[in-house]
């Protein structure tokens, strides 16, 4: 054998080797220890594998190490998330981009359910992050869930992202001045709608 | 006084009617040219017969894994280009300012997965007196998780925003830029 054969041997055995395949991010391994690394690259891997999108899942494991937690903890934090975007893209479908299943785990751990997600993205099309991202940030002010996507539901035909984000200031400032947030929430969805609807009643 | 048209007629046939005289050495040229020709067709026509003619290829399985291993090597390299964020700074982008009053701090930085969550990348500068601080920076559109990191080692939640689920034991905020 010839001395460049064992040189094509060498480079095979590294560039098939199991590490190698796993294409592991360089920010992981200058932030967190080999083992925690090896872990995150399964999860993120298997994300991969079935399409989905692997940058959050890298920054959730930034922000873990950022905030020096425990390795477990940055290793269940990524699974858990892993698992909250494969349910989004099931509800929101195999074509959705990467910040929209962002906003809908987001959405999905408030307490919103993956059956309201599919139908806020049959009724409102493609673009859905700024809707998701108010019905989450609704439940986080303490709307309920089924409350606070009823009402971005019922708007989310008719309204731009602004009214959407509109919608949601108004509601956060009912609740700051003491209203009930699911009264907030009809009150300032029934106003929206009347902004929203087109209609020979309307005047301008 | 203008002349008859019928003289000026006559003139212009009989200076088109003129013999008109060739340079003796332009068949010669014009068949060089033509002879140049059809060597480049024939040069394109024995590489096209070269490219679609059958032959036994011998190759040591040695050689094989070589190939084999440098199509996989370019594979892993594609899949980690693929990996990278898709979104590049300054295309499709939104200015957006964080302020955090902190008249105590000595030092403020905002941390986010717009930044890696790197707390060197984006410091914070205090913009008047009674310990304001503020940075704007251009975010794709998204749902972004941050904190504010004070003095190095304290982590705030922005007041003026809504609140991130907890992972870590320590606070977030969420940022959403349309989109």
Redesign the interface.
């Known amino acids: ?1 010839r001395p460049w ?1 064992w040189l ?2 060498l ?2 055995s590294a ?2 080797s199991p590490r ?2 796993a ?1 592991q ?1 360089p ?1 992981l391994q200058r932030r967190l220890d080999s083992a925690t690394v090896a872990a995150l690259d399964a999860v993120i891997d298997s994300a ?1 594998a079935v399409g989905l999108p ?3 899942l890298v ?2 494991a ?6 020096r ?1 425990a390795p477990a ?2 290793v269940a ?1 990524v699974r ?1 998330l892993a698992d909250e975007l494969g349910i989004a893209r099931t509800a929101l479908g195999p074509a959705s981009a ?2 929209e299943l ?2 809908a785990a ?1 959405a999905l ?2 307490g919103v359910r993956p059956t309201d997600l599919t139908r806020l993205r049959r009724r409102r099309g493609v ?1 859905l ?2 809707s ?2 108010a019905v ?2 609704l439940v ?2 303490g709307v309920p869930p089924d409350s606070a996507a009823a009402a971005v539901l019922a708007l989310a035909a008719l309204a731009r ?2 009214q959407i ?1 509109d919608f949601r200031r108004a509601v956060e400032r009912d609740i700051a001045l003491g209203a009930p947030p699911a009264a907030a929430a009809a009150i300032r969805v029934n106003a929206a709608l009347r902004d929203v609807t087109p209609g020979p009643s309307r005047r301008p | 006084m203008f002349e008859r048209d019928d003289d000026v007629l006559e003139r212009v046939v009989e200076r088109l009617r003129a013999p008109i005289e060739m340079d003796p050495t332009l068949d010669a040229r014009v068949m060089v040219r033509v002879a140049r020709t059809s060597r480049g067709l024939d040069w394109l026509a024995r590489g096209w017969e070269w490219l679609r003619r059958p032959r036994d290829l011998a190759i040591t399985p ?2 094989a ?2 190939a ?2 440098v199509l ?2 370019l594979a ?1 390299w594609l ?2 280009r693929a ?1 990278a ?2 979104t590049r700074p300054g295309t499709d982008t939104t200015v957006v300012q964080f302020i955090l009053v902190a008249p105590s701090a000595a030092s403020v930085s905002v ?1 986010g ?1 717009f930044n ?4 060197t990348t984006t410091p914070m500068r205090p913009v008047r007196s009674g310990g304001i601080w503020s940075v704007t920076i251009p975010l794709p ?3 972004h ?1 941050y904190a504010f990191l004070v003095d190095g080692s304290r ?1 705030l939640a922005d007041p003026s925003a ?4 907890d ?4 606070p ?1 905020s ?1 940022v ?1 830029v ?2």
């Open positions: 054998m054969h094509i041997v480079w095979l560039a098939l190698a395949v294409a991010d920010r991969r692997a940058e959050p920054q959730r930034l922000e873990g190490a950022a905030k937690a903890r940055i934090a858990l990467p910040a962002v906003a987001s751990r408030a673009g992050t700024v998701l991202a989450t940030d986080t002010s992202d602004d984000v | 040695l050689a894994a070589g084999v291993a996989a090597g892993v899949g980690s990996a964020p898709a941390v997965d890696d969550w790197d707390a559109a998204g749902r998780r982590w809504p609140r991130a689920p992972d870590f034991g320590t977030s969420i959403t349309g989109g």
